[in-house]
């Protein structure tokens, strides 16, 4: 089994624990006062405090969308990605570009969204109609 790790800064650990803990459902693993390990859907992201990394505007565009560099995020179940954007809304949660369909009818037709953590980081989460095509 392989799993990917992940550090990057937060602003604070109470905004992060709030964020990928309360809102996203993460379990907590170790940590200290200067950062924090979750469970963040089978991979670990280990958060330290720090100044945050900020998008930048770039060209990098998806289906002809725009999106935020860097980013980071995770590939879910379809229905999993539903219950997820579902939960984001339903708590108010601003979009970077809201859940929507991509590559409809193509190879890799996925669902995705973006959002940023309570620091600023961009996060993607996706999900593909037909999970054989991630890489496609």
Known sequence: MSIFHLAFTVSDLDSARQFYGELLGCNEGRSSDTWVDFD?????????????VHNNNTS?????????????????????????ASK???K??????SPSVR????????ATMFFEDYSGNALEFKAYRNPSEVFT
Request: glycine letters at 12%; one cysteine or more; aromatic letters at 14%.
């Open 40 to 52: 963040f859907f089978g991979n670990q992201l280990s958060l330290h405090v720090g100044v945050a």
């Open 60 to 84: 990098s565009k998806v289906d002809e969308i725009t999106v935020p560099m860097p980013h980071f995020g995770c590939v879910l179940e379809w229905g999993s990605f539903y219950d997820l």
């Open 88 to 90: 984001l809304q339903s």
């Open 92 to 97: 108010g949660m601003e979009f970077i570009i």
């Open 103 to 110: 590559f409809k009818g193509l190879a890799g037709e996925q």
